[in-house]
């Protein structure tokens, strides 16, 4: 069985490598199924949270609608963080440059308040995963940016909440960066995984020396690459590409 899983880590490897910016592909790894999506800074990757008329946007169709404006449409989309019942973001989120709800420092109940949690920070000429406090310290200039929580891997570490024998299982997506800052790899499992297996995918096979948590339960994805547009549960924030309409 260990051959088994070695080898298809490496194909896992191999198809990561492979990938093109803004592709969505399938990955197996350990017997776990996956769909990463890749981005390169330099493309339109952003956060979306309200409509024009500031009413929450709630579905991968309506930011479709309000990128129909621009000539634009979505490359592909997922959640991208924890949210009220009416919406809101639970802790910081960036639109555009303008912060629409700030910073929660303290630990708390659930998943969001496991420490470390961290945020997801889209800035001009890269992107970051930042640990909560350390982003207080240094307040990067992001031009989009979402706090969620917990953070998954932590300088090339696996939180050490998390352990290989958990029997909490669900569907989570995430966010994981290179090292140099200039790839994000989106992510969410295609069947309930616990949180060590999901956390191992970026560290041992995307490799990215950090990686947040969005969610789990309500996770959802939209990838016309892959024929997916997930419904279910309307969202709070999402992250998408926005990519020329024709």
Known sequence: MTKIWVSLAIVALTLAGRAHAGDCRDLDVAGNSYSVCT??????????????????????????????????????????????PD??????????????????RRAGPGNFGLRPNGVFCIA????AVIET??????????????????????DGEVHPKFTASSDSLYVRNGVGVSADGQTAYLAISNAPVNFHDFANLFRDTLHTPEAL??????????????????????????????????
């Open 133 to 154: 406090l350390a982003f207080a310290q240094t307040r990067p200039d992001c031009r989009f940016a979402s706090q969620s929580g917990p953070m998954l891997v932590i």
């Open 213 to 246: 948590f969005f969610d789990g339960h309500i996770s959802r994805l939209y990838a016309p690459a892959l024929g997916r547009d997930d419904f279910g549960f309307a969202m709070g924030p999402i992250v998408g590409l926005a990519v020329p309409a024709n």
């Open 87 to 104: 919406r809101r973001p639970v802790g910081l989120f960036v639109e555009d440059g303008h912060q629409i709800a700030p910073l929660v």
């Open 39 to 84: 981005v390169t800074v330099g493309e339109d990757l952003r956060l979306f949270l309200n409509g024009d008329d500031g009413a929450p946007l709630e579905s991968f169709s309506a930011v479709d609608q309000k990128l129909a404006s621009e000539g634009r449409k979505l490359g592909f989309a997922m959640n991208a963080g924890m949210y009220h």
């Open 124 to 127: 001009r000429d890269r992107f």
